[in-house]
T-cell receptor, first 111, second 113 residues
């Protein structure tokens, strides 16, 4: 069935360094991908998205890369800050309908 | 403007009971989607309501149901609760239903004992 998975459940990064969070997806028909950030006690918060006709998209301190050949998605966070500590989820969608989420990666920023 | 409001924030129920959770979307949003979040399964889609009609449904048993009212507020109900129903239940609202524009609430933490 459709599934979105994450390579690493936890990631620790020194403050100021860059971090990369990876995600594998299985539905080659998915045409829309989103990264979410979830802090303790809160719902997921939109970070950045990318459509299947793109391979890279940049936001403020974040970049999403999409490799459709190997069905891989990554989130790069530049110059990490303590406030970046959270669980990050990738999600995929076909036709911009319901989302299929990955299991999440917990990012911890070390001061 | 106010965000997505879910009530209650926390709930403890006993196996076999039923529970109703509420979600008030952002004003003007007509679509409400519900997701279940557990440590083992992550976030899983339950259902989506748009203009009082269920438009999409996930792979959950019939014990999970929902509805939407004319003011777009939505409720979900779980009957005959099982221990495995313990989870964070999240709702997300959008204007027309596009997942790309989800705004999530903070969720209702349900514990079944």
């Amino acid at each position: 069935g459709e599934s979105v998975g994450l390579h690493l459940p936890t990631l620790s990064v020194q403050e100021g360094d860059n971090s990369i969070i990876n995600c594998a997806y299985s539905n080659s028909a998915s045409d829309y991908f989103i990264w979410y950030k979830q802090e303790s006690g809160k719902g997921p918060q939109f970070i950045i998205d990318i459509r299947s006709n793109m391979d890279k998209r940049q936001g403020q301190r974040v970049t999403v890369l999409l490799n459709k050949t190997v069905k891989h998605l990554s989130l790069q966070i530049a110059a990490t800050q303590p406030g970046d500590s959270a669980v990050y989820f990738c999600a995929e969608s076909f036709g911009n309908e319901k989302l299929t989420f990955g299991t999440g990666t917990r990012l911890t920023i070390i001061p | 403007k106010a965000g997505v409001t879910q009530t209650p924030r926390y709930l403890i129920k006993t196996r076999g009971q039923q529970v109703t959770l509420s979600c008030s979307p952002i004003s003007g949003h007509r679509s409400v989607s519900w997701y279940q979040q557990t440590p083992g399964q992550g976030l899983q889609f339950l259902f989506e309501y748009f203009s009082e009609t269920q438009r999409n449904k996930g792979n959950f048993p019939g014990r999970f149901s929902g509805r939407q009212f004319s003011n777009s507020r939505s409720e979900m109900n779980v009957s005959t609760l099982e221990l495995g129903d313990s989870a964070l239940y999240l709702c997300a609202s959008t204007l027309q239903g596009a997942a790309s524009h989800y705004t999530f609430g903070s969720g209702t933490r349900l514990t079944v004992v």
